[in-house]
């Protein structure tokens, strides 16, 4: 049964995990030619596919606020200039839990487990399109310089290909093989807890 | 066959044993934030007017178009560092690390921002690269309106605390709650969030040297994808799930306790604004508004061509 309380509970300590993720060099992995696939929104992601849309977009909203703060405070790398913007960095990280609980929910009909997996792809790749589509959007219409430079069309389809694909598959494996478990191991406790 | 002295030296896990660390202690200096604990006049500032002050400047620096306008929110944050006791250069540090990507991508801008306006002077042209005066202009405006927002937060985070963070945005929050906006329990939420991101820190430090003892390799070799996700898997399922089984003791402690929510709900200490707050937000206001008529009058258009003349 899931109550007020537990939502709040839930939404806070995923939201922490995100943010421990973003501050440590855990949350990003790395991938061919320095480039890092990213696990923070995999919290978002669970934390919807748990215990509902709301609760994906209240720890949507600490991810966005996060990255938006460390991109203010420490930035790390060139893509913080864009994060800068709480419009990249905030605004597109709501519609990641609500977007991966609808995943989840219109394939739980048919299969139960593999719908976390499918949560997991559906909830990445809205990350990865609404991140791109945001900055892409922002610099097409506004030439005249608003928060960034222009990013080209074509660097941003090679991002979302080469970044965002493996990103949706690392992000369906963490999501399956978190909720899947959590799911079993509330009804027992046995084996080793670390 | 000697030593590999090159290796010693260069070698980062042997540079963590000689600066006496263990290799698994790499989280104990996250802090979020850079929190200063000084007696000055900023941090007694209300919370709730802290967080105001940096919307305001967030909101300063998106709005204005022109580099006088950032400059003066730049000159004004700078102001504002002796008042909370913070040395410049502890101030400015955060930007260090990026400066080559602003400036790169500054420069990319040089190249790359279309020419809609026919009053663009191109200064230098070769094949199909063109420098005009908007390039040079919009680039200038990238690395200072980055350079305003990130030294105003580094000072906003100097002042602010994680329980200012909290209560300030519960507090401003409050006013909404008779729309049904949710405030108690965002703050909850973030509070959360703060009190448990140490603890996940202890939590990956243990998970690392218990995987370690069954003979996970966390070591400093390069290694290739496969690899890193086979050592990374067995760290952060684990952390999701003791993440979530701490949730779960969490949630029964508070229902334990009686916690119904935030109707009705009194605080201990209720933040009243002070004369300084309101002068606080009254200059802010007024270098945010400055910036904005700076760039709304077309200061900029005036400043180059006072240059023009000058150079």
Known sequence: MTTRTRKIVIAGVMGAVSVFLGATH????????????????????????????????????????FSFIQAAIAPTGPADVWFTNPLVS?????????????????????????????????????????????????????????????????????IAVTNGLPEAVLAALLTFAVVASYKRVKTRRTGSSI | MGKDTMGERTDPAAKT????????????????????????????????????????????????????SQLLILCAVTAGF??????????FRPLIPVLPF????????????????????????????????RGLAAGVLLVTRFTAIVAGMSLLSAITTA????????????????MGVPAHEFSLVLGISIRFVPVLTEEASRLMKAQASRGADFGYHKTNFVKKMRTMLPLLVPLFLTSLRRA???????????????????????????????????????????????????????????LGKVL
């Open chain 1, 26 to 65: 855990l949350g990003f992995i790395p991938w061919i030619a320095g480039a890092a696939l990213t696990i923070m929104h995999v919290p978002v992601i669970i934390g919807a596919v748990l215990e509902g849309p709301l609760v994906g977009v209240v720890i949507g909203l600490i991810f966005g606020g």
């Open chain 2, 17 to 68: 044993r000689r600066e006496g660390r263990l290799e698994f202690d790499l989280f104990d200096g996250i802090r979020i934030g850079r929190y200063s604990e000084v007696h000055a006049p900023l941090h007694a500032l209300d919370a709730r007017v802290k967080l105001l002050l940096g919307v305001l400047l967030i909101a300063g620096a998106a709005a204005s178009q022109g580099i006088s």
């Open chain 2, 248 to 306: 779960q003791n969490l949630v029964e402690a508070m229902e334990s306790r009686c916690y119904t929510g935030g109707k009705g709900r009194t605080y201990m200490r209720r933040p009243k604004a002070h004369p300084a707050d309101l002068f606080a937000l009254a200059c802010a206001a007024c270098v945010v508004g400055g910036a904005v008529v700076l760039s709304v009058f077309g200061a900029d258009a005036r400043m180059w061509r006072w």
């Open chain 2, 102 to 133: 602003v400036f790169a991508l500054a420069l990319l801008q040089l190249f790359a921002v279309p020419q809609f306006r026919a009053d663009a002077r191109v200064l230098w042209e070769w094949g199909l690269l063109k420098i005009s005066t």
């Open chain 1, 90 to 158: 905030i605004a597109p990280r709501l519609l990641i839990g609500p977007v991966a609980w609808l995943a989840y929910r219109a394939f739980r009909r048919w299969f139960d487990a593999p719908s976390f997996a499918i949560a997991g792809v559906a909830g990445s790749l809205a990350n990865t399109a609404l991140v791109l589509g945001v900055i892409e959007f922002f610099t097409y219409v506004k030439p005249d310089n608003r928060f960034t430079i222009k990013l080209p069309w074509q660097a941003a389809g090679t």
């Open chain 2, 82 to 91: 002796p008042a909370a006791r913070v040395r410049l250069s502890e101030g």
């Open chain 2, 163 to 178: 329980s200012d963070l909290a209560s300030g945005i519960e507090h401003l929050l409050r006013p909404l709650q008779k």
